[in-house]
Each structure stands twice: as C-alpha cells, then as structure tokens.
C-alpha cells in the first residue's frame, strides 16, 4: 500500500518570507511524487513532480521541491511567498507501472500568506 | 498544457434523480480517465479508474450500480450519480492521463454537486 502524509493541515506566513510545506511518504518501491496546488472550487493544478534524477525539482509559480530519499520526504518550497499563494496543496504519490499510475494523495495543507 | 474540461461545473438536483457529470479531454487522447470525490476542506478520494472502451474499476466501498462510469470515447467519460441523496453532494472532479504524459495527470475543474 501507499500512503502520504502531510503532517500540517495549516502553514502560515508572511509575503515575502520563505514558505515549506511538508509531505512524507510511505511505499515500496520507487515512487513517483507530485505537488498540486487548488483553489476554492477549482480543480488541481500540478505544480512540479519527481520521478527520477536531481532530487532537487524545480516547478510552476517559482516552486520547489526535494526529494530526500533517506527520510522519505518531498518537502515543497518557495523563497519568497506572495498572498497569491495563498491555496490548498496537495502531495501526491503513484508507483511506476503499475495500476495506470493510481495517485494517492495527502490530506492536504491550507496556505495562508497575509499581507 | 493538455485540458480537461468538465460539465457541468455545478448542478443542484433533486433527492431520487440522476445526474449525469461530463469529463474530455480537449486536446489529447485520454486513454485513462480517474473519478474522484472530495468532501469540504478533505483529500480527493479515488472513486474509480476508466481506460476507453473498458469497465471501469471502481476503488473498495464505492458503489458501482449508484456511480455509473462510461468512458466510450477517447475524449470523454461520464459520471452518473443514480438516484441522488443529500450525501450525494460533493465535489467531483476527473483527472485523464494519455499513452504518452507517464505518470502526470490532468485534472478538470471540479463539478459541484448539490442534492437537495
């Protein structure tokens, strides 16, 4: 089985500070893994994903992520947050080959950037 | 980037009626379509996997005969809600995958459900 967790249900931060939030997962195997960001009753939309090579993952929107295979994490992060960014994401994982590449998502973290 | 579109984007229905929730794929060819429903402020849960021309896979605990998949097309797959209750209302969204994006899928905009 896979599973993900996003230990925060909430992060805040001011505009302009650095903004991580965090995801750690549980399977066997290389996973694939996937950050999505969404707005209030919209749908997701991908932010950046690792599947193999530099653990460090560059994404839309000036995102980031690292993949740290030793802690089995894929934190997300940006240097410089704007209240734009303020959203719900979601980290999601899939194993390679395997049921059509069947995403299991984390619960989710609220982001707030006030002014 | 691929599109997914989905229609319609809200609808309010009756408690007994059907609903039926549209999903394409506007400019590639989705030979794998998801349905998932998320509950306010909560994770999206796989209700069930559609690859054309096949029976959809429906995840354990989901209803089969009251969540109607059909994805005849390379380009859409619809969901039907059959006889609608209250907790029927959510927020159903569909995500589609090609031969070609891998593990990468794109998501349509949500549907939102409302059973009176």
């Known amino acids: 089985a896979q599973s993900v967790a996003q230990p925060e249900d909430q992060v805040n931060v001011a505009e302009g500070n650095p903004l991580t939030v965090k995801c750690t997962y549980s399977v066997s195997g290389n996973p694939y893994l996937f950050w999505y960001v969404q707005y209030p009753n919209r749908g997701l939309q991908f932010l950046l994903k690792y599947i193999t090579g530099d653990n460090l993952v560059k994404g839309s929107y000036g995102f980031e992520a690292e993949f740290n295979k030793s802690q089995t994490s894929f934190h997300l992060k940006k240097p410089s947050a704007l209240v734009s960014d303020s959203a719900l994401y979601f980290c999601?994982?899939?194993?390679?080959?395997?049921?059509?590449?069947?995403?299991?998502f984390g619960a989710g973290t609220t982001v707030t950037v006030r002014a | 980037g691929a599109v997914v579109s989905q229609h319609p984007s809200w609808v309010i229905c009756k408690s007994g009626t059907s609903v039926k929730i549209e999903c394409r794929s506007l400019d590639f060819q989705a030979t794998t379509m998801f349905w998932y429903r998320q509950f306010p402020k909560q994770s999206l849960m796989l209700m069930a996997t559609?690859?054309?021309?096949?029976?959809?896979?429906?995840e354990q605990g989901v209803e089969k005969d009251k969540f109607l998949i059909n994805h005849a097309s390379l380009t859409l797959s619809t969901l039907t809600v059959t006889s609608a209750h209250p907790e029927d209302s959510s927020f159903y969204i569909c995500s589609a995958r090609d031969a070609t994006s891998g593990p990468r899928k794109f998501f349509g905009p949500g549907t939102r459900l409302t059973v009176l």
């Open positions: 999601a994982v899939s194993l390679p080959f395997s049921n059509d590449y069947k995403l299991s």
């Open positions: 559609s690859n054309e021309g096949s029976k959809a896979t429906y």
